[in-house]
């Protein structure tokens, strides 16, 4: 079966620092992978989509990059992290083709001090 | 632009009541619904599914109903428990469909159960 890992699960990072957020999914091949952002008791926001290695679609303009430098790895960075940059970051894997649900990772809470 | 709206944003029910959460989309090409329950500090988890060439689906408790014509679908929670307080997410594939499976997330609805 498919899983979806992601690290870490929390993280305290002062303003200015870099950030690096991983997830990797197992059990399947050439999986879509997307990047979301959730504010404090509010919605789902996509942030990034990827649909193959290399491959990355930005959906906001912010200071936030992604990359997929392996086919079941998305990569989430930034080189200067701002106090809105705080909220509960999630990755999440599909199949390909139509009518895939998306699966979601357990999450990293991010706390910009 | 697509877009899903999601009503009411919280809804309080007694256990043992029913619960119904409505949702409307913007793009007439989207062809996929998925109901997504998210408890606190957790990840979202899907509960649900329909696709357009289906009305009604349902599993157990949980039930989803598909308007095509008035572009709205609605989840239905029969005999509710407290286990089933959380935000429930509505979602609809987006204009690319099936080639990124985007989806767009309705704004959530906060469930509560009381005992």
């Known amino acids: 079966s498919q899983t979806i890992h992601q690290w870490p699960a929390t993280l305290v990072q002062p303003v200015g620092s870099p950030l690096s957020l991983e997830c990797t999914v197992e059990g399947t091949s050439n999986p879509n992978l997307y990047w979301y952002r959730q504010a404090a008791g509010r919605g789902l926001q996509l942030l990034f989509y990827?649909?193959?290695?290399?491959?990355i679609s930005s959906e906001v303009p912010q200071n936030l990059s992604a990359s997929r430098p392996q086919d079941r790895q998305f990569i989430l960075s930034s080189k200067k992290l701002l106090l809105s940059d705080s909220g509960f970051y999630l990755c999440a894997w599909s199949g390909t083709g139509g009518y895939q649900p998306q699966h979601f990772g357990d999450g990293t809470r991010l706390s910009i001090l | 632009g697509e877009n899903v709206e999601q009503h009411p944003s919280t809804l309080s029910v007694q256990e043992g009541d029913s619960a119904v959460i409505k949702c409307t989309y913007s793009?007439?090409?989207?062809?996929?619904f998925p109901w997504y329950k998210q408890e606190l500090g957790k990840r979202p988890q899907l509960i649900i599914d329909?696709?357009?060439?289906?009305g009604e689906k349902k599993d157990q408790r949980i039930a989803v109903t598909l308007n095509k014509t008035a572009k709205h679908f609605s989840l239905h929670i029969t005999e509710t428990q407290p286990e089933d307080s959380a935000v429930y997410f509505c979602a609809a594939s987006g204009r690319s469909g099936g080639a990124t499976n985007k989806l767009i997330f309705g704004t959530g609805t906060l469930l509560a159960v009381q005992p």
């Open positions: 793009d007439s090409a989207s062809n996929y």
């Open positions: 990827s649909v193959g290695i290399g491959q």
């Open positions: 329909i696709r357009s060439n289906v």
